[in-house]
């Protein structure tokens, strides 16, 4: 089980009409399938603002993305995720966007590399819908360099 914490006052706002609100499992779940994530006998709940997810994916990618679409939303400061991954693949480090950073600043810090941005997008396809749209309190894959 892994537990991840995230800004509870930035994110996606999905299903909530305040900050004070929480999103709604149902609602969490439509989202995890809206990005096109699937996951076996998935199964989200909501304690005020952490959310609690367990299933089964198939690759250890797919379990990230599940918990950053869950995690970075408008309410939610946790995700606390009993996933089991059929194919495992090294993990990727959790970044969480600060004032002024860039996809070129991140990798430049993570990769040495600014130029590899490019991976950082594609890994934190489909949330991101372009290299320029992030935002700060917002928690991104890092995944590993080939």
Known sequence: MGVFDFIKSVGEKIGITSEDESPKAEDLKAEVAKHGLDAENLEVTVDGDTVKVAGATESSSIREKIILALGNTLGISKVE????????????????????????????????????????????????????????????????LD
Not at 94 to 115: M, Q, R
Not at 124 to 137: A, E, Q, T, V
């Open 81 to 144: 995720e009993e996933i089991a991954v059929k194919n495992a693949e090294p993990d990727a480090t959790f970044y969480t966007v600060k004032k002024g950073d860039t996809l070129w600043a991140i990798s430049s810090k993570h990769y040495g590399n600014g130029a590899k941005y490019q991976g950082i997008f594609e890994a934190n396809k489909p949330m991101l819908s372009h290299p320029d749209k992030i935002y700060p309190g917002q928690v991104l894959r890092i995944p590993p």
